[in-house]
């Protein structure tokens, strides 16, 4: 059985275990901290970052948009959350890749307010943090439809939305209810409603 490693309040790891929930591909976990776990984390990825899925055949496979592809691959074009090809493709990928964005600011946002002492803290970083994760939210809200980002058909940019946002909704307070960005905070709702997320819920880490 395959094993996916890491920490499910990582909107990384936690968009990796949806889908797979998604796919009913079943999977063992390894829980590891980037932080408290680092060592491990490095035999298994020389960045140091999760998620990595270990296949049953011992191969490691790390980045979540990596990890990602190969689920897409495996269960073929007919059930991919990703569109095998064209302008619809791209679109997802785009999606995907900014509210993956989206998460990797906040990720730095919280390391520079949270785990940097205070008189280290750069007021610059911080800004610039917050303009980037409400720039990719505004882009987001305008390209949201209903109830997914598509219309009807659930894609992987909603199971990575949801991700990223819950993620951005639980870690930082000033984005806690969304409410300026509507669209989203529905796309959240209704995303964590899904049988896939019930079943790789948020854990605080």
């Avoid at 007919?78 to 785009?94: D, H, K, Y």
């Amino acid at each position: 059985m395959m094993v996916l490693v890491g920490q499910f309040d990582s909107p990384f790891v936690r968009r990796v275990a949806a889908t797979l929930h998604h796919y009913e591909m079943p999977f063992d976990r390894h829980v590891l901290s980037v932080f408290g776990d680092r060592d491990e984390v490095m035999r298994l990825n020389p960045l140091g970052k999760v998620p990595a899925l270990i296949l049953e055949g011992g191969e490691t496979i790390v980045d979540s948009a990596m990890i990602l592809d190969f689920l897409d691959e495996t269960v073929g074009p007919e059930r991919s959350l990703t569109p095998p090809r064209g302008e619809a493709r791209r679109r997802v990928l785009r999606l995907a890749t900014v509210a993956m964005g989206v998460s990797e600011r906040a990720v730095a946002l919280r390391v520079e307010t949270v785990r940097r002492p205070a008189h280290l803290q750069n007021p610059d970083f911080v800004n610039r943090f917050h303009e980037q994760i409400r720039a990719g939210l505004d882009w987001l809200e305008a390209e949201c439809r209903a109830p997914w980002f598509s219309g009807e058909a659930l894609s992987q940019a909603d199971i990575s939305a949801t991700a990223a946002l819950t993620h951005l909704r639980r870690k930082i307070t000033e984005y806690k209810d969304l409410t300026s960005w509507p669209n989203l905070l529905r796309l959240s709702d209704a995303g964590e409603a899904l049988p896939a997320f019930k079943a790789a819920p948020f854990v605080e880490g």
